[in-house]
């Protein structure tokens, strides 16, 4: 099944990404807070991710940017941004750091994304009940999935079997996420692009049996239409692609009230022992 065109399109992103020439002290450096943790001692890949696409220079938006994990993002310590001039061979980059070794990486791609077809609503919650992290979870506080975070804190996003290989949640996105105002509706207050890859993130790993095969990120490449408007509801959609050794495929997409699409993604997952991680 396609995904139909929106009646109406989505309102455009709140803010401009930076050109290099412009970047501040600040958009030169990253901290990943506790709070957006995703095993114990690490950062939520997602939001990592995120946060660091946030800072690729494009040339238009939205723009589809590709962010591979070179190790866990560490928390609470000050990582460099750095951008890397096309060379050669070599495609320009951005590449987060920590005493000198590479955290992540991330470029902007041509890469098409596919969405994952909607569910509804009220399916996406009923799904949420059989969701498998409530009995058995490797990271049970994980920003985006994690059963022990507070609400309000985490996403709560609890992605369960909605068909073959496809899982879904509802979310509504909570006030403490939000980042910025609308610039067509200054009354609509949106989450930043950290939260909007958090919450296309773990539901992708979920459509694996994460309690079998507990995984980690290890590439996340999404397109941001528009950043999710806080207090409403949307849902969010999972589907498994396929396995190759370590590595598990998925995709996801984030769908906002009316249906329309808000934001899609792929992901390339590493399965791991949670012990090393927690």
Not at 56 to 72: I, Y
Not at 128 to 154: K, N, V, W
Not at 175 to 181: K, R
């Amino acid at each position: 099944m396609s995904v139909p065109p929106p009646d109406q399109p989505l309102p455009p992103e709140s803010r401009d990404r930076p050109d290099p020439a412009d970047l501040s002290a600040h958009d030169a450096v990253l901290v990943v807070p506790h709070r957006f943790r995703g095993p114990a001692r690490s950062g939520n890949g997602g939001w990592t991710a995120g946060t660091l696409a946030e800072r690729v220079p494009v040339d238009t938006s939205p723009a589809t940017v590709e962010v591979t994990l070179r190790m866990p993002p560490p928390l609470e310590v000050t990582l460099t941004v750095d951008h890397l001039a096309a060379t050669g061979d070599h495609a320009a980059v951005t590449v987060l750091c920590h005493q000198g070794e590479r955290v992540a990486e991330a470029r902007a791609v041509g890469t098409a994304l596919t969405p994952v077809e909607a569910v509804g609503p009220d399916e996406a919650a009923a799904a949420m009940t059989t969701y498998p992290g409530l009995r058995s979870h490797p990271f049970p506080g994980c920003f985006a999935c994690g059963p022990d975070r507070a609400a309000g804190d985490g996403l709560h996003i609890f992605p369960g079997p909605v068909g073959p290989d496809t899982v879904a949640s509802l979310w509504v996105p909570h006030a403490s996420l939000a980042e910025s105002g609308d610039v067509v509706d200054p009354g609509v207050e949106r989450v930043g692009s950290g939260t909007t890859w958090a919450a296309l993130d773990c539901v992708g790993g979920w459509s694996e049996d994460l309690e079998g095969r507990p995984m980690v990120l290890g590439r996340m490449t999404a397109r941001v239409d528009a950043r999710p408007v806080v207090g409403e509801p949307h849902v969010v959609v999972g589907r498994r692609l396929r396995s190759e050794g370590r590595k598990t495929f998925t995709a996801s997409t984030l769908y906002d009230a009316d249906g329309r699409v808000v934001a899609t993604a792929e992901h390339v997952w590493l399965a791991v022992d949670p012990a090393v991680f927690n």
